[in-house]
């Protein structure tokens, strides 16, 4: 019987392409928009994992407690050991030490007088250990403006606004003016590597970037860091598995009274990230349902439409002695398999260029020139697993449901009207 | 704050018990310090929230307006230099091999951690310049009897409005003081102790130092050897001796 | 012309459910659009009256040296305020601000603030400096934003030590007594300020006189740079919102656009069958001396008027929607002030008439074109034959 239907589809294209391809597209656009939105939505909170919260962050409660101060003194220690037990526990994640700190980046003149000063924030970062994805996550070769990135040790990336304050030039020597973990006054030459911009203004107009080696040496840190963050290998934040690793991981410290034991926070408990987590969340899904409605009553009108067209047959067909109730079943049928077929091909379509997109990016920042604002110039659609079956929705049910209602036509009429449009 | 650093180098003659004029008492603790030269090695403790950190210094001094100062240790902090002319300061760090002038914001930077600022360390007027002295009465310090002196600012561009002074009555050092704002709110306090007899001159060895404002313990400075008089080179005292 | 709408129109609804399909589809397109902008216009405009009233006025002038990320800048960036100013001065509508670096220290904790000092009874910002009037005999009054108030862990009646430095570098400190603790939407004057009577932060600095800026409320008069003042524009300190509604905007119209094509994908469809099983009736009007261009106008003008139906559904359940909207707000379940920008917890959605006049263009432009696209085929048609209704 099945056999029998496909075959009857595949010969009559007009009984299959048109709605396969109605379908395929509608699908296509319901599931590129769903993984659209949702990585629109989430570029935000993917920004600031990247910059500043990772997905989830070790500190030391007191750390933690006066985190906008960046307290040094406050530093987790033994941060090796801690690394290697997060790896080991938590192999999910992607994890790294980052201490960013303030400081003064002072540039010389010829003779090592100051030439210029200014006020820089800091990052530390692991930049050069092997593997390490750091500078990925920071998008730093697409923000290079002069230059190149860190490459050894003794480096730094300064931001372009500033190193043009300095009147410095990648290759040359700043001497970095800062406060060790104990309060000490502490200075440290750096090699000018390059300059970025990463298009925010508090980032670009005074921010050092160097590797947390560096760092550590420069600011009495050994084996020390303000925090350890880390990503979920997927890429990509999942509130509800970064709350599991927190409160796991936090249950394991939980005796401990010391204000310098670690804490692990995940993105939602830092700042109001929580509620713009919950906000994205609620979002995508109201942007979905809004685009399944619609989809469902374009889908449902091509169920209709299919059905229509074939009026013609259907009056032969009754005339031919074939039960009402017969020509209704199969034209259900049929509508199942051209749901799954335009279903399957345009799910396969709109992840095709989810993942286009997801790879390369929409690049708005031609739209976006002269920003400030830590924004993302590039949107970028994010795969989820709903992207694989939302499609669906539109393309399976409301297909078959248009069909259903198209169909009761065929009871309405009378065979001999059928017949006749069969003759028209 | 000048008496913290100038009470490791100061001769304090012994003028028996009768309540002498205040400004007498400064302009006679002034002279002493502004001819004497010296060559010290000291330790500062910084008393942290997680541990407590010794740094050890030599320094050379003359008067109030120059000093040169090594740090001998941690390892860390081995071979950075300090040099104070007037009312400039320069750093040397060895490991960057450089010389920064630290001036404006820098200065109110804590020096090594401490609760002691740079700009702490460079007011070198004399106190009789700046300060109107009077005794107010005497106290009981440590076992020991002090004049109290209370100073207030006549001129309008010292760091504190007020200090009070407790001096030794017999070894005339001072024993406490407190550093008070505009309001009269104590903004710091040191405390000097191990009072000791160098070269026929009494010199107290500990100072505590204290922002009363802020939480924690406190600095503490140790005196761990003195001499006066020294033949100190004056090429010591220049930019060019920072990098040697 | 007047004969084809009307039987375009007669067609349409000849058609029953599958043409309320499309126009209901067409007409989410409608609201969504127009909602959706209207929600980024509303922010927009929301984002810079709460600016106005919170933290620039009409405006300001910036010591030269002023550079509000600079804390460093402030023991410099002070000075007389013009002479020129003192009209305006005097009828209240502008206010010198002092802004002096100092510290405070809850719980024993040394942190940095910016003290401002403002007027208690200057109306140009929203910031309740009225209570900077209370009488207390031992503390300076203040006012804190939320923000401050939950870094630093300090309440209403809280009192905390301040300690700062006078024009000449004297240490001074004193008790204040947080008095208020206020919310707007603008995280700037939250953070990291602590508002005091100004006259007060004068003598206590010696800087009788000064101010680092000059807010005013007038923001339509010509001005220009004075001395060392500088002339900051309203649309100058509002350019960072206009930023970030912008990158939003960009990121929405992908949306649109897909649902747009959604509804014509619809649109599309309907015509080709349209087209496919009326083929007798366009052999009949062929017939009947239509030209071939005349009945594929009478085509297009059907699925066009799917829009102007739809734009009238759109009306019927959008109007009271997006009116609504404007009036009650739309509330996000957030706290929006830690984003950094001026963002209001509800938005109130603005519609202007230009946006959606150029909504109902673009979509029936757009159905239009749609619609034009399969009845090319008409004009291709063998008359005789789609008379006789074959399939061609």
Same mark, same amino acid.
């Given at each position: 019987?099945i056999?029998?239907?496909?075959?009857?589809?595949?010969r009559?294209?007009?009984?299959s392409?048109?709605?396969?391809?109605?379908?395929?597209?509608?699908?296509?656009?319901?599931v590129?928009?769903?993984a659209?939105i949702?990585?629109?939505?989430?570029?935000?909170i993917?920004?600031?994992?990247?910059?500043?919260?990772?997905?989830v962050?070790v500190?030391?409660?007191?750390?933690?407690?006066?985190m906008?101060?960046?307290?040094l003194d406050?530093?987790?220690?033994?941060v090796?050991?801690?690394?290697?037990?997060?790896?080991?526990q938590?192999p999910?994640?992607?994890?790294?030490?980052?201490?960013?700190?303030?400081?003064?980046?002072?540039a010389?003149?010829e003779?090592g007088?100051?030439?210029?000063?200014?006020?820089?924030?800091g990052?530390?970062?692991?930049?050069?250990?092997?593997?390490?994805?750091?500078?990925?996550r920071?998008?730093i070769s697409?923000?290079?403006v002069?230059?190149?990135?860190?490459q050894?040790?003794g480096?730094a990336?300064?931001?372009?606004d500033?190193?043009?304050?300095?009147?410095?030039?990648p290759?040359?020597e700043v001497?970095?003016?800062?406060?060790?973990?104990n309060?000490?006054?502490?200075m440290?030459?750096?090699?000018?590597?390059?300059?970025?911009?990463?298009?925010t203004?508090?980032?670009?107009?005074?921010?050092?970037?160097?590797?947390?080696?560096?760092?550590?040496?420069?600011l009495?840190m050994?084996?020390?860091a303000?925090?350890?963050?880390g990503f979920?290998?997927t890429?990509?934040y999942d509130?509800?598995?970064?709350l599991?690793?927190a409160s796991s991981?936090?249950?394991?410290?939980?005796a401990?009274?010391d204000?310098?034991?670690?804490v692990?926070?995940t993105l939602s408990?830092q700042g109001?990230?929580?509620?713009?987590v919950?906000?994205?969340?609620?979002?995508?899904?109201y942007i979905?349902m809004v685009?399944?409605?619609?989809?469902?009553?374009?889908?449902?009108n091509?169920g209709?439409?299919?059905?229509?067209?074939?009026?013609?047959?259907?009056?032969?067909?009754?005339?031919?002695?074939e039960?009402?109730?017969?020509v209704y079943r199969?034209?259900?049928?049929?509508s199942?398999?051209?749901?799954?077929?335009?279903?399957?091909?345009g799910?396969a379509?709109?992840?095709?260029l989810?993942a286009?997109?997801?790879?390369?990016?929409?690049?708005?920042?031609g739209?976006?020139e002269?920003?400030?604002?830590?924004?993302?110039?590039?949107?970028?659609?994010r795969i989820?697993?709903?992207d694989?079956?939302i499609?669906?929705i539109?393309?399976l049910?409301?297909?078959?449901?248009?069909?259903?209602?198209?169909g009761i036509?065929?009871?309405k009429r009378?065979?001999?009207?059928l017949?006749?449009?069969?003759e028209a | 704050?000048?008496y913290?650093?100038t009470?490791?180098?100061?001769v304090?003659?012994?003028?028996?018990?009768?309540?002498p004029?205040?400004e007498e008492?400064?302009?006679?603790i002034?002279?002493n310090?502004?001819?004497?030269?010296?060559?010290?090695?000291?330790?500062?403790t910084i008393?942290g929230k997680?541990?407590?950190?010794?740094?050890?210094?030599?320094?050379?001094?003359?008067?109030?307006?120059?000093?040169?100062?090594e740090y001998?240790?941690?390892?860390r902090e081995q071979?950075?230099?300090?040099l104070k002319?007037?009312d400039?300061?320069?750093i040397y760090s060895?490991?960057t091999?450089r010389?920064i002038q630290?001036s404006?914001?820098m200065?109110?930077?804590s020096?090594m951690g401490?609760?002691l600022?740079y700009e702490?360390?460079?007011?070198?007027r004399?106190l009789?310049?700046t300060?109107?002295?009077?005794v107010t009465g005497?106290?009981?310090?440590?076992?020991?009897k002090a004049w109290?002196?209370e100073?207030?600012?006549?001129?309008d561009?010292?760091?504190?409005a007020a200090r009070k002074?407790?001096v030794d009555?017999e070894?005339?050092?001072?024993?406490?003081e407190?550093?008070f704002?505009?309001?009269?709110?104590?903004l710091k306090r040191?405390?000097?102790?191990?009072?000791?007899?160098?070269?026929?001159?009494?010199?107290?060895?500990?100072i505590?130092?204290?922002?009363m404002?802020k939480?924690?313990?406190?600095t503490?400075?140790?005196?761990?050897?003195?001499?006066?008089?020294q033949?100190?080179p004056?090429?010591i005292?220049s930019?060019a001796s920072l990098?040697m | 012309?007047?004969t084809?709408?009307?039987?375009?129109?007669?067609?349409l609804i000849?058609?029953?459910?599958?043409t309320?399909?499309n126009v209901l589809?067409?007409?989410?397109s409608?609201?969504v659009i127009i909602?959706?902008n209207?929600?980024m216009?509303?922010?927009?405009y929301?984002?810079?009256t709460?600016?106005?009233n919170w933290?620039?006025g009409?405006?300001q002038?910036?010591h030269?040296?002023?550079?509000?990320?600079?804390?460093?800048?402030?023991t410099?960036?002070?000075?007389?305020?013009?002479?020129g100013f003192s009209d305006?001065l005097?009828?209240?509508?502008?206010?010198?601000i002092?802004?002096?670096?100092?510290?405070?220290?809850?719980e024993?904790?040394?942190?940095?603030?910016?003290?401002?000092?403002?007027?208690?009874?200057?109306?140009?910002?929203?910031?309740?400096?009225?209570a900077?009037?209370?009488?207390?005999?031992?503390?300076?009054p203040a006012v804190?934003?939320a923000v401050?108030?939950?870094?630093m862990?300090?309440?209403?009646?809280d009192?905390?030590?301040?300690?700062?430095r006078?024009a000449?570098?004297?240490?001074?400190a004193?008790?204040i007594?947080?008095i208020?603790?206020?919310?707007?939407?603008?995280?700037?004057?939250e953070?990291?300020q602590i508002y005091?009577?100004?006259?007060?932060?004068?003598?206590m600095?010696?800087l009788?006189?000064?101010a680092t800026?000059?807010?005013?409320?007038?923001?339509?008069?010509?001005?220009q740079?004075a001395g060392e003042?500088?002339h900051?524009?309203?649309?100058?300190?509002?350019?960072?919102?206009?930023?970030?509604i912008?990158?939003k905007?960009v990121g929405q119209?992908v949306f649109?656009?897909?649902l747009?094509?959604?509804?014509?994908l619809?649109?599309?469809?309907?015509q080709?069958?349209?087209?496919?099983?009326?083929?007798k009736e366009i052999?009949?009007y062929?017939?009947?001396?239509? &030209?071939?261009?005349?009945?594929?106008?009478l085509?297009?003008?059907e699925?066009a008027?799917?829009?102007?139906?739809?734009?009238?559904v759109a009306?019927?359940?959008?109007?009271?929607?997006?009116?609504?909207q404007?009036?009650?707000g739309?509330?996000?379940?957030?706290?929006?002030?830690e984003?950094g920008?001026?963002?209001?917890?509800t938005l109130y959605?603005?519609?202007s008439?230009?946006?959606?006049?150029? &909504?109902?263009?673009?979509?029936?432009?757009?159905?239009t074109?749609?619609?034009?696209?399969?009845?090319?085929k008409?004009?291709?048609?063998n008359?005789?034959?789609?008379?006789?209704?074959?399939i061609q």
């Amino acid at each position: 019987m099945i056999k029998f239907l496909i075959k009857g589809l595949i010969r009559d294209k007009s009984r299959s392409r048109l709605p396969v391809i109605v379908v395929a597209i509608g699908v296509m656009l319901t599931v590129f928009l769903h993984a659209y939105i949702t990585g629109f939505m989430g570029d935000t909170i993917e920004m600031n994992a990247r910059f500043s919260h990772g997905h989830v962050k070790v500190m030391t409660r007191a750390y933690a407690e006066n985190m906008n101060q960046l307290p040094l003194d406050l530093a987790l220690m033994d941060v090796e050991e801690l690394l290697n037990n997060l790896q080991q526990q938590y192999p999910e994640y992607a994890w790294t030490p980052r201490i960013q700190f303030g400081g003064l980046v002072d540039a010389p003149d010829e003779n090592g007088e100051t030439k210029a000063q200014g006020p820089a924030a800091g990052f530390a970062m692991d930049f050069l250990s092997e593997g390490s994805r750091e500078a990925d996550r920071l998008n730093i070769s697409k923000s290079i403006v002069r230059g190149r990135m860190v490459q050894e040790q003794g480096e730094a990336l300064l931001s372009d606004d500033f190193a043009s304050k300095l009147r410095v030039e990648p290759g040359d020597e700043v001497t970095l003016i800062g406060s060790t973990m104990n309060g000490s006054m502490t200075m440290y030459n750096f090699r000018v590597a390059g300059t970025v911009s990463f298009g925010t203004e508090v980032l670009d107009r005074g921010s050092i970037l160097v590797d947390i080696e560096d760092a550590r040496l420069a600011l009495d840190m050994y084996d020390a860091a303000a925090e350890v963050v880390g990503f979920l290998q997927t890429g990509f934040y999942d509130n509800e598995m970064a709350l599991n690793t927190a409160s796991s991981f936090n249950n394991k410290y939980t005796a401990a009274e010391d204000e310098f034991a670690p804490v692990m926070k995940t993105l939602s408990q830092q700042g109001s990230m929580g509620q713009y987590v919950e906000l994205s969340n609620v979002w995508a899904v109201y942007i979905t349902m809004v685009f399944v409605l619609a989809m469902a009553l374009v889908l449902w009108n091509a169920g209709l439409l299919g059905g229509l067209r074939r009026y013609g047959e259907f009056g032969v067909r009754l005339a031919m002695g074939e039960e009402k109730g017969h020509v209704y079943r199969t034209l259900i049928y049929e509508s199942v398999l051209i749901g799954i077929a335009g279903t399957i091909f345009g799910t396969a379509t709109g992840l095709f260029l989810a993942a286009l997109v997801q790879e390369y990016g929409i690049d708005i920042s031609g739209m976006m020139e002269g920003s400030s604002m830590m924004m993302p110039s590039i949107i970028r659609t994010r795969i989820t697993p709903v992207d694989y079956y939302i499609g669906f929705i539109p393309g399976l049910f409301s297909t078959v449901i248009g069909t259903m209602l198209a169909g009761i036509g065929i009871y309405k009429r009378k065979t001999s009207q059928l017949f006749k449009e069969l003759e028209a | 704050m000048k008496y913290i650093l100038t009470a490791f180098l100061t001769v304090w003659l012994v003028t028996g018990y009768s309540q002498p004029k205040a400004e007498e008492i400064l302009e006679r603790i002034d002279q002493n310090m502004s001819s004497e030269n010296r060559v010290f090695e000291s330790s500062m403790t910084i008393h942290g929230k997680r541990s407590s950190r010794t740094i050890t210094s030599k320094s050379w001094s003359v008067g109030d307006e120059k000093s040169f100062t090594e740090y001998l240790s941690p390892a860390r902090e081995q071979g950075t230099k300090m040099l104070k002319l007037e009312d400039q300061l320069w750093i040397y760090s060895p490991s960057t091999d450089r010389t920064i002038q630290i001036s404006g914001h820098m200065l109110r930077q804590s020096v090594m951690g401490s609760d002691l600022s740079y700009e702490d360390m460079m007011d070198d007027r004399k106190l009789t310049d700046t300060y109107d002295a009077e005794v107010t009465g005497s106290e009981e310090v440590d076992g020991r009897k002090a004049w109290v002196l209370e100073l207030t600012a006549k001129v309008d561009d010292v760091a504190y409005a007020a200090r009070k002074l407790w001096v030794d009555a017999e070894r005339y050092i001072p024993l406490r003081e407190d550093l008070f704002a505009k309001s009269g709110q104590l903004l710091k306090r040191s405390v000097m102790s191990d009072v000791v007899e160098v070269d026929g001159r009494w010199f107290p060895k500990t100072i505590l130092y204290k922002d009363m404002l802020k939480q924690g313990d406190g600095t503490e400075f140790k005196m761990l050897d003195i001499k006066f008089n020294q033949d100190i080179p004056e090429h010591i005292f220049s930019k060019a001796s920072l990098k040697m | 012309m007047k004969t084809a709408l009307k039987l375009a129109f007669r067609n349409l609804i000849g058609a029953g459910l599958r043409t309320w399909l499309n126009v209901l589809v067409l007409s989410f397109s409608f609201v969504v659009i127009i909602w959706m902008n209207g929600l980024m216009a509303g922010w927009d405009y929301q984002a810079k009256t709460d600016m106005t009233n919170w933290q620039i006025g009409g405006g300001q002038y910036w010591h030269e040296q002023y550079d509000p990320y600079d804390p460093f800048t402030l023991t410099e960036s002070h000075a007389p305020v013009p002479a020129g100013f003192s009209d305006e001065l005097a009828r209240g509508t502008m206010e010198p601000i002092l802004v002096v670096q100092g510290t405070i220290y809850p719980e024993g904790r040394m942190q940095p603030v910016a003290i401002t000092g403002i007027r208690p009874g200057q109306e140009i910002l929203m910031i309740p400096t009225f209570a900077l009037d209370t009488v207390v005999t031992d503390a300076v009054p203040a006012v804190i934003g939320a923000v401050l108030s939950r870094n630093m862990q300090v309440k209403e009646g809280d009192r905390l030590t301040m300690r700062w430095r006078d024009a000449n570098g004297m240490f001074d400190a004193t008790e204040i007594l947080v008095i208020k603790v206020f919310s707007s939407n603008v995280p700037a004057v939250e953070a990291g300020q602590i508002y005091i009577p100004l006259e007060k932060l004068r003598s206590m600095t010696l800087l009788e006189d000064e101010a680092t800026l000059v807010t005013f409320s007038d923001s339509e008069k010509e001005r220009q740079d004075a001395g060392e003042w500088v002339h900051k524009s309203k649309d100058e300190l509002t350019a960072p919102v206009d930023e970030i509604i912008k990158t939003k905007t960009v990121g929405q119209s992908v949306f649109y656009g897909i649902l747009l094509l959604l509804a014509m994908l619809a649109v599309f469809d309907t015509q080709v069958l349209s087209i496919f099983r009326r083929q007798k009736e366009i052999g009949t009007y062929i017939a009947l001396g239509y &030209t071939r261009r005349e009945v594929v106008g009478l085509f297009t003008v059907e699925g066009a008027m799917h829009s102007v139906l739809a734009a009238v559904v759109a009306a019927l359940y959008g109007f009271p929607f997006l009116w609504w909207q404007a009036r009650e707000g739309w509330t996000m379940p957030i706290e929006a002030s830690e984003f950094g920008m001026a963002m209001a917890q509800t938005l109130y959605p603005v519609y202007s008439a230009g946006l959606v006049i150029a &909504t109902v263009l673009i979509v029936v432009l757009v159905t239009t074109i749609v619609s034009y696209l399969p009845s090319r085929k008409i004009a291709k048609m063998n008359p005789t034959e789609a008379l006789r209704g074959r399939i061609q």
